[in-house]
């Protein structure tokens, strides 16, 4: 007969599984991919000691991967996206405006601020990410900025979007789940929202000032290879304007992106002047490839393609099956329900959602059940506390959907360390919107701060 797991035996397992990836990932310095296949042979075994039958472990693990399907899908589009981009000229134009207009003092905070309102409009962390995000890093690089720096503040703005906008699915999510108004909820996230951003681009400024280029002598070597390379033009950038555009008016994420390919393929016809389908193929499946002469601009309009995605979707797809089994086995059942027997106090149940959240996070990888999870097990302890629901839906959002892109193996943080050039390790430290605001609902739930009290029914 099947068991259920204990609090002390879900703890150690997960302690076993942390320890692994910890020492894997910091100290053997290598990628997550095996270190997570171990885990699933652990989570497995111990599913097995527990009477649970080999095949329903192997259907949650499929069903796990299914979960992750769509993001699988846009990590191959937006993967292709960057590549077209690069060879329409899309990119190259972006990196040769950018050079003109923005300074290495003020790079990071322009990357911030630009990726915020285009996150913003498009309610996507990886749409911006793969299109301005990637042009803002090619900036940055030509400037001399720390790329981590650089990735740091490109993910904090694309992050705040997927967070604030009414346009993206988790704010959606997390305001739908628990029965928030979405706008109410959107007005209840601006109490840690708004200071995490500014003390964001505060701390970016102050990086940036005290910043020296070493690079600047550089750019009119740059300026000329990409003017002799690409057609450099505003039409170029009608393609991801309409990828924003029809981002703003709602469509699926998928057939804006395929949108992107398809006008980023005419742009290179009319453009760039290259109708060869032979290479349009090449660039889409292996990413673009130019020698412009200068091995800074190389480097920056070089890649893309769906191989540069196959890295991230093979950790997102061991991660997803990591998660299902998990679940399967009633691992994370274990560890809510442990935690919510601890709640006695509004400030208590609001750091228990918020560190569920996280944990969830961390050993599945996936965004959405950072936030339906602890949403369905904390709503009765918020009604019978007389804490408002929208700080429940405000901390899933802080600690589920920001949260995710510091997780090495998570589905934002393995797109956005492929698409950037930069690994999650070493952009986190900069990315501070993200570990502020969860502090922050949290700090706010035991002051007292921007919490509400419970509306009296009619």
């Known amino acids: 007969m099947e068991k259920k797991p204990g609090f002390i035996f879900t703890a150690i397992i997960f302690a076993v599984m942390m320890t692994l990836i910890i020492i894997s990932m ?27 039958k080999w095949k329903e472990l192997e259907e949650s693990m499929v069903k796990g991967i299914g979960l992750g399907t769509k993001a699988i899908l846009i990590l191959s589009l937006v ?49 911006t990410v793969g299109s301005i995000g990637v042009a803002m890093m090619g900036i940055g690089i030509a400037l001399g900025v720390n790329p981590a720096i650089a990735a740091g503040a490109v993910v904090c703005g694309a992050c705040f979007g997927d967070k604030m ?9 997390a305001s739908g789940i628990v029965g928030v108004d979405l706008f109410t909820h959107i007005r209840h996230l601006m109490w840690t929202t708004v200071p995490s951003f500014i003390l964001t681009a505060l701390i970016f400024i102050w990086i940036g000032r005290s910043q020296v280029s070493e690079s600047s002598n550089d750019i009119p070597a740059m300026m000329t290879a990409l003017t002799e390379s690409f057609s450099i033009s505003w039409l170029t950038l009608l393609s991801p304007l309409l990828v924003v555009v029809l981002a703003v ?32 193929f090449t660039v ?28 991230s979707v093979s950790l997102v797809i061991i991660a997803l099956a990591l998660g299902g089994a998990i679940q399967r086995v009633g691992f994370i059942d274990t560890i809510l329900q442990g935690l919510s027997a601890m709640l006695s106090s509004r400030g208590n149940l609001i750091a228990a959602t918020a560190a569920s959240s996280i944990g969830v996070n961390a050993v599945t990888g996936e965004q959405y059940l950072s936030i339906l999870l602890p949403a369905k097990t904390y709503e009765k302890h918020y009604d019978s506390l007389n804490v408002p629901r929208k700080n429940l839906s405000r901390t899933l959002e802080d600690a589920g959907t920001l949260i995710n892109p510091l997780i090495p193996w998570g589905v934002s943080g393995a797109f956005f360390a492929s698409a950037l050039g930069v690994s999650v390790i070493e952009y986190a430290p900069f990315a501070f919107f993200l570990f502020i605001s969860p502090v922050l609902t949290v700090l706010f739930g035991y002051l007292g701060i921007g919490v509400g009290k419970v509306e009296a029914k009619s």
């Open 249 to 280: 008016r709602r469509y699926p994420t998928i057939p804006v992106l395929i949108a992107g390919i398809g006008s980023g393929l005419l742009t290179v016809a009319i453009l760039q002047g290259n109708i060869s389908m032979g290479d349009w």
């Open 165 to 173: 906008s009414p346009l993206s699915d988790t704010t959606n999510l």
């Open 26 to 52: 910091f100290v053997l310095q290598v990628a997550p991919h095996i270190p997570l296949l171990v885990c699933i042979v652990i989570v497995s075994l111990a599913g097995l000691l527990l009477k649970i």
């Open 284 to 311: 889409i499946q292996d990413g673009f490839v130019i020698d412009t002469g200068n091995l800074i601009v190389n480097d920056i309009v070089n890649g893309g393609g769906l191989q540069s995605m196959m890295w």
């Open 79 to 127: 993967g292709i996206v960057i590549a077209v981009w690069m060879m329409s000229g899309t990119v190259p134009t972006l990196l040769f405006y950018g050079l003109h207009l923005i300074s290495p003092a003020w790079f990071a905070v322009s990357a911030l601020l630009i990726c915020m309102i285009v996150s913003s409009f498009t309610g996507s962390s990886f749409t």
